[in-house]
């Protein structure tokens, strides 16, 4: 005897792959399925050589409803807590794709632990090692961008001591001299000297 997951597979090759509204070779009409009203509509009236329409015969047996093909039952997880609560004989988890890289590290490593099928994963060990060397090569990445930065930041400090110094230690020719007089006010007992 056939289980339920096999009969699905075999009336899912029956099904057309989309159900089309009439006129759908016109500029108005989208290809999205609506129902057809028409009196004289040839898909209404189910005529030969024309499209199918859905009907429940089309449907999944109900055993095999929302089950995976592989015949675990498909929970979305988002965090760690919601491990507690599945049955590993029964239920196969999906790792949503919005949850980051270090939380769906701790949740792989957890549901190894667990015995729980994941199901949008196919080797969850080489997929954990994959992930991890893309961490610590990130890691690296950035604490030599740090090192950079760093001594970047040492040597224009070093430049700019360098250039005090030699403008210290350059003399000043009469221009120099003259321009600093100018642009330094005098005191009032100067004035009155001259």
Partial sequence: MTTALEKRKILKKRKPRHFIRTDTNKYNFKARYRRPRGMHNKLRLRHAGHQKRPSP??????????????GY??????????????????????????????????ILEAAKKLNIHVLNIKDIDAFMNLEKDKLTKKKQEKLKIKDKKIKSKEESIKKAEEKQKKE????????????HEIITPKSSEEVQKQ
């Fill in 57 to 70: 015969g089309y449907g999944s047996p109900k055993e095999a409803k929302y089950l995976h093909p592989s």
């Fill in 73 to 106: 039952t498909q929970i979305l997880i988002l965090n760690i807590k919601q491990l507690d609560k599945i049955n590993p004989k029964t239920d196969g988890i999906l790792v949503a794709g919005n949850v980051g890289l270090k939380n769906k590290l701790e």
């Fill in 168 to 179: 210290e230690e350059k003399p000043k020719t009469k221009e120099e001299k003259h321009k």
